[in-house]
């Protein structure tokens, strides 16, 4: 489908806007103090762009991969717990899942005919070998820096995460960026997660803005996605 709110950079061209958003290539935009996402801070880009007929009033981080560099760690950690429960699912199915929450990736990647009275301990396989991960994660190169900058020019910054209570503490530490975050979310915020749009909602209402005053930034087709169902522009790295 199309998808008129999103555009993407590369170099000095701009795409979109986006068709089929599980067939878009990764874009990758580079973090600093000079080369800011397109369209999230205007000063440093002037003009408009397609797509984005005003400055947004607040940005919504997604975490997992956009700001910390944890995707892979999630894919490996997965597959051992579904490994030990027996279940032999590819790497590249589980890394493809990686982004949605994981009541909603077990239905990507596993079968449908499967006893679901043994997901919970699945879920918490995943979480007690991600955890053994918690001390060495680190922000991706330049993420702090952004999250500073979009504060610095007035924005509102907001962490949109599904990750439980204890991870998002342990991701915001690794981030360093507290100074410049006004709110942030987690699991216990929502009742589905992405590509459903309700984690996009409950961000949107702790920055206190309409969703065409905001503007999310994620690494996922699934924040693609849940970003569309909530009328939220979405800026893919």
Request: hydrophobic share 40%; proline share 8%.
């Amino acid at each position: 489908p199309l998808l008129p709110n999103i555009w993407l950079r590369r170099g000095d061209r701009t795409f979109g806007p986006l068709r089929r958003p599980s067939r878009c290539p990764r874009i990758a935009v580079p973090f600093g103090a000079n080369r800011w996402l397109p369209g999230l801070l205007p000063e440093a880009e002037p003009g408009r762009r397609p797509g984005m007929s005003h400055s947004p009033d607040a940005v919504l981080f997604d975490v997992d991969g956009t700001l910390i560099d944890s995707n892979y760690l999630h894919t490996v950690t997965w597959w051992e717990s579904f490994a030990k429960a027996g279940y032999d699912v590819p790497m590249r199915d589980i890394h493809r899942a990686i982004g949605m929450g994981s009541d909603q990736l077990l239905d990507a990647v596993l079968p449908a005919g499967r006893d679901r009275g043994g997901d919970d301990e699945l879920v918490a396989g995943h979480d007690a070998l991600f955890s053994v991960y918690w001390s060495r994660l680190k922000p991706l190169p330049g993420a702090p820096d952004l999250v500073r900058a979009c504060k610095k020019r007035g924005l509102r910054v907001v962490l949109a995460s599904s990750a439980g209570q204890d991870e998002l503490q342990v991701m915001r530490a690794a981030l360093n960026a507290d100074d410049a975050i006004d709110e942030a979310t987690s699991a216990a915020d929502v009742e589905q997660s992405k590509p459903a749009p309700d984690l996009v909602q409950v961000a949107l209402a702790k920055a206190e803005v309409e969703p065409a005053r905001a503007v999310f930034v994620g690494d996922t087709v699934w924040d693609v996605q849940a970003c569309q169902h909530a009328g939220v522009r979405c800026i893919a790295v």
